[in-house]
């Protein structure tokens, strides 16, 4: 069973900073990228940033900069060092996966509050 734990949300002044988790378990032969969603109150859900197996990573242009994501293949982990946050980070991330035959499973989300 595939599964997606994140961990590590919670509340941080402005220009503080956080670090994300998520661990993946189920079928990890078949991840083929991993990656970081969030979605704000009232607006729709919006990539942060993602690595593929191979290391390459790809940011929103917002969070450029500011955060790293990077990937722990042995501990099957997915880190997001969010630095200088401002409140538009303010928002639920969603940790995400998509393996190589292109199914995509999604963790239950952990909310990020960045207070002004």
């Known amino acids: 069973q595939v599964q997606l734990v994140e961990s590590g949300g919670g509340l941080v002044q402005a220009g503080g900073s956080l670090r994300l988790s998520c661990a993946a378990s189920?079928?990890?032969?078949?991840?083929?990228?991993m990656g970081w969603y969030r979605q704000a109150p009232g607006k729709q859900r919006e990539l942060v940033a993602t690595?593929?197996?191979?290391?390459?990573?790809v940011y929103a242009d917002s969070v450029k900069g500011r955060f790293t994501i990077s990937r722990d293949s042995a501990e099957n982990t997915v880190y997001l060092q969010m630095s200088s946050l401002k409140p538009d980070d303010t928002a639920v991330y969603y940790c995400?996966?998509?393996?190589?035959?292109?199914?995509?499973?999604w963790g239950k989300g952990t909310l990020v509050t960045v207070s002004s």
């Open positions: 995400y996966r998509v393996d190589v035959d292109g199914m995509e499973y």
């Open positions: 690595i593929t197996g191979g290391g390459s990573t």
């Open positions: 189920g079928r990890i032969f078949r991840i083929n990228a």
